[in-house]
């Protein structure tokens, strides 16, 4: 199995470019089973996520081929609407076909995601909507099996879900009649799929509110140039490398406004951080004030950047807190960031830090796609070697995350 090593306590300096943003990229390409034709994403990330979801598309029946960052899907035969257990257990997001292919065939098996590493994950959200859409859901085998045609009504979900919201408003689209869908996610990746359903001919307004209108269509049609939107994560991730690392790094590509909440924390923190057009500079600073953060749903601070957040705050001078409100128990990360000398302790879903004034290079192990990135930034900052070992998880998240640290001063090698 591979791993990272790192020699850390080396200032970063320099450009990075941010890739097209997964979590958009995913439902995107499972909404081209809505329409027969041919479809050209740009911009997309070279990640293990994208070829298991052009591994599913191609089980389904599309043809897919991705060279140079481009995406090409052809959906002219969907003979097999299923998504088997061996794909769905290792990418959740494949949960995404079972939208368009109610919306396509009226019919779709899924197997039902099962827990992951930092906890159980329902899917209830998405099962009670499409019931709701008159759709007929059983359980056979491990596999949900819904099966009828989406026809509109009134939805309210209890919960903003990104995923269900990207599956309703897949399965509402060639519905028959209006759904209303309230209290949707904002999430730019949803809103980036709700732009690519419009191109693709859909009736959604409301787009970027809370309340969602989808009058049904009879037909959609394929959409031949589409770009991948910037992933803010991965920008927020490189930013918090820069600020812990001192030096200075520029983010290019990105959306400011995607991550706005993360650049106020970053100076709060006390790091300069400068917005220009598409691109974030941020200037590290040795001494790092505790800042404390809680997630939430868009526009507040991502889940999916708490690791991270944590793994800056172990070096900051003082105490803070981050508190997770969307994923209760996702802090697998936390006993390895101890493992580098962090002082960390756990109440709930609620981590104290106690900042140190050094971390000290040791052996690691990652155990999911942000967790291993906050281990990477731990590492880089540490002094002396650190061993990462099972970095595939990194891979399913960031492209080439190494090479793009190296070109900024880091010595990282993957062996
Ligand atoms: N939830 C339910 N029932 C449901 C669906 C969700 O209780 O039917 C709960 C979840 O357990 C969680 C909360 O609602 O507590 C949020 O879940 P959501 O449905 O919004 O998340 P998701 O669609 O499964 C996406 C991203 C995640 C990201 C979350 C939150 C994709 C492919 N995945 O997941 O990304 O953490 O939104 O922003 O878009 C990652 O990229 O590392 C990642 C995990």
């Given at each position: ?26 439902p ?26 052009a591994?599913?598309?191609?089980r ?8 140079n960052?481009?995406?090409l ?5 969907v ?9 769905v257990?290792t ?6 076909v ?5 919306g ?6 899924v ?7 930092w ?8 099962i ?6 008159g ?9 949900i ?5 989406p026809?509109?009504?009134?939805i309210?979900?209890k ?22 869908l309230?209290n ?11 732009d690519?359903?419009?191109k693709?001919?859909a ?10 209108v989808?009058?049904g269509k ?5 959409v031949d140039?589409?770009d ?8 927020g ?6 600020a812990?690392?001192?030096g200075?790094i520029e983010?290019?590509?990105v959306n400011?406004d995607?991550?706005?909440?993360v650049?106020?924390k970053?100076?709060?923190?006390g790091?300069r ?9 941020v ?7 505790p ?14 950047l ?8 172990t ?23 101890n ?8 109440n709930?879903?609620?981590?104290t830090?106690i ?9 690691v192990?990652?155990t999911?796609?942000?967790?291993s990135?906050?281990l990477?930034l731990?590492s880089?900052a540490?002094?002396g070697?650190?061993?990462i070992s099972?970095i595939?998880h ?22």
């Open positions: 199995m591979e791993k990272f090593e790192i020699l850390g306590a080396r200032e970063l300096n320099g450009k990075i470019k941010i890739n097209g943003a997964k979590n958009a990229l995913l995107i390409m499972t909404s081209t089973l809505l329409a027969p034709g041919n479809y050209s994403l740009n911009n997309v990330p070279d990640l293990k996520d994208t070829r298991t979801m591994e599913l598309l191609r389904i029946g599309a043809s897919v081929s991705f060279k960052n481009q995406l899907i052809n959906t002219v035969n003979s097999k609407p299923v998504a088997p257990y061996d794909l257990k990418m959740r997001a494949s949960f995404y079972l939208g368009p292919l109610l396509r065939l009226g019919h779709a098996e197997s039902l995601p099962g827990g992951c590493a906890g159980p994950r329902p899917v209830d959200i998405h009670e909507a499409l019931k709701k859409l759709v007929n859901i059983s359980l056979e085998g491990g596999n099996v819904a099966k009828g045609n026809i509109g009504n009134n309210k979900f919960f903003p879900s990104v995923g269900a919201t990207g599956n309703l408003m897949m399965a509402s689209v060639l519905g028959k009649g209006q759904t209303i309230k949707v996610a904002l999430e730019p990746d949803i809103i980036s799929l709700g690519f359903l419009i693709m001919g009736d959604i307004k409301g787009l970027g509110t809370s309340e969602l989808i009058n009879d037909r959609l049609n394929p140039e589409f991948i939107i910037p992933d803010r994560i991965e920008a991730t490189f930013l918090i490398a820069g812990m690392c001192g200075s983010i290019e590509n400011p995607h991550i706005s909440i650049i106020d970053l100076i709060e923190s790091v951080v400068k917005t220009v057009k598409n691109s974030i500079i200037n590290g600073n040795k001494k790092i004030k800042v404390n953060v809680t997630t939430a749903p868009y526009p507040g601070f991502p889940t999916d708490q690791a991270q957040w944590i793994a800056y705050m070096i900051a001078n003082g105490l803070s807190t981050v508190t997770d409100e969307i994923y209760y128990d996702r802090f697998t990360h936390v006993p390895e960031l493992r580098l000398g962090a002082n960390i302790t756990m709930k879903n609620t981590a830090i900042g140190v004034s050094n971390l000290k290079g040791a052996p192990m990652s999911d796609i942000r967790a990135a906050s990477i731990a880089l540490s002094i070697k650190s061993k099972r595939y990194i891979d399913r998240g960031y492209e080439k995350i190494e090479n793009r640290l190296k070109k900024v001063g880091a010595d990282i090698t993957r062996s």
